[in-house]
């Protein structure tokens, strides 16, 4: 098996001048997995290492970079996904923990419970040595402009990863600061199993962005993996997904990325722009922030 990995930087709108910053960040991201998986490890590690660079870049929203809700503060969430051992970790409401992903695979992996919330999460961060920092080292200037401002932004910048490895197994991870301006307290659909993430070791795996709260309704990632097992590629599953929630919302706000069980990615999106990064057949990083996977160069 051919190892490879796909990830995101959000589904919505942003102007034109940010998309060669956010390449920059994306093929970073895809590089750090790809070296991780092409040097024979597993997907596990490649999607969480991926998504580690996008939670420490200002640009997104997770981690670093993540919006403020309406009380002018950064809470976060994130899930991950193991599909070798059908698995999960998630966090949410977190607001000091630097790499939520890295804490979502700790639950999953360290404790014997699937989803923890707010200060628990953070007490058991803290026991595990994951790095703590205060709440205002998450936001940029950018985004403190917009809050002081009481502007929304309009976009859905959570960030996320799928991967295979060269043994065949699956990994999803997504993290996200949720949407702008939200209420205190206001989960997404991010850290949801089936939602946010979903990944089957047999199938495929997917990571979701947007509107999460269409996401939840119709279990996004889920629809993509049951694309899949219809016989769809990671393409045709993607498309088929984005234009099934496209059926039950008039504007579905949605995007993915995906990868099948025989090494294929795909991504689509109902949005102006997706920001995705992959890598080739011929093991070369890629970029799009509108046209989705295209064909390699």
């Not at 997404?188 to 997917?206: E, I, Q, R, S, V």
């Not at 962005?209 to 889920?222: A, C, P, Q, Y």
């Not at 990868?259 to 294929?264: F, I, L, P, S, Y």
């Amino acid at each position: 098996m051919l190892p490879t990995i796909i990830v995101h930087g959000g589904a919505g709108y942003w102007a034109d001048e940010l998309d060669a910053p956010k390449s920059e960040f994306i093929i970073e991201a895809v590089q750090i997995g790809y070296d991780i998986l092409n040097s024979g490890g597993t997907a596990l590690d490649a999607v969480e290492k991926a998504v580690n660079v996008l939670e420490d870049a200002p640009l997104f929203d997770a981690g670093r970079g993540s919006h403020l809700n309406i009380e002018g503060m950064v809470q976060m969430d994130a899930i991950i996904i193991d599909a070798v051992t059908r698995d999960f970790g998630a966090v949410a409401g977190v607001e000091q923990v630097r790499y939520p992903i890295s804490l979502a695979r700790r639950v999953m992996q360290d404790t014997p419970h699937k989803f923890i919330v707010g200060t628990g999460a953070e007490k058991l961060a803290a026991e595990l040595g994951i790095p703590l920092v205060p709440n205002m080292w998450f936001v940029t200037d950018a985004e403190l402009a917009k809050y002081r401002l009481r502007i929304a932004s309009g976009t859905h910048d959570t960030v996320g990863a799928v991967a295979i490895d060269k043994d065949g197994n699956i990994a999803a991870a997504t993290s996200t600061g949720g949407t702008s301006h939200k209420l205190a307290g206001r989960v997404g659909d991010a850290p949801l199993f089936g939602a946010g993430a979903y990944a089957d070791n047999d199938f495929g795996a997917t990571s979701a962005t947007g509107v999460g709260e269409n996401s939840m309704r119709i279990l996004l990632s889920k629809v993509v993996v049951d694309q899949i097992v219809t016989g769809k590629d990671a393409q045709e599953a993607s498309v088929a997904a984005i234009a099934y929630a496209d059926s039950i919302f008039d504007d579905s706000q949605l995007g993915v990325i995906t990868v099948d069980k025989q090494g294929r990615v795909g991504a689509a999106h109902s949005t102006a722009k997706l920001a995705c990064g992959w890598v080739n057949t011929k093991g070369q990083p890629q970029v799009s922030m509108k046209e989705g996977v295209h064909a390699d160069n």
